[in-house]
């Protein structure tokens, strides 16, 4: 019985997967924004020892675009389809997230003087490349969705009636039985 209900709720999940795609690249923007967000404390100490002084700005550009993207995201699909110019900056943002997290991770890479200052700047530069990584993966499945929203429409996931199999009655049977 558990099972059943475990498996007709991921089959209700699948389904609405299907329907709506766009979940899967909306999920991988929040993602990405929140790991940079969760790490921003990391980011804005390094931003101090750091001796480029740009750093500090693009903390804060990469932060506000970070939350922009989510929104974009959100207004490139509503109920009456796809808004391509919204679809088309929402992969611009996160290509320019790319590129700012590439030029905040070469002056945080850079030999600091001290031991402390080292170990913040190696902790900020790992961070930009989880950061990397997740923009990337985001930018995939934004541009993989009408793939990868085919190959799910292929899934079946209808509910096979085997309850049901074996009771079903003809009409002269039901005649016969109601004869008697």
Known sequence: ?????IKEFFRKRLVHLKRKPEILPMLAVMISCMVYTFNLSSFSTAAIFCNDYYVAILVFVITLLSFLSIFTYLGAHDKKGVKVPMLVLSLVQIAALIVMDILCYIPLNRDAVAESERIE???AAKDSVNHIIWLGVTFVLIVLKPVYGKLLNKIDTTIPDDEFAGEI???EEVIAEDEQ
């Open 121 to 123: 700047l190696a902790k």
């Open 1 to 5: 019985m558990v099972l059943a209900g």
């Open 169 to 171: 009655e003809t009409a």
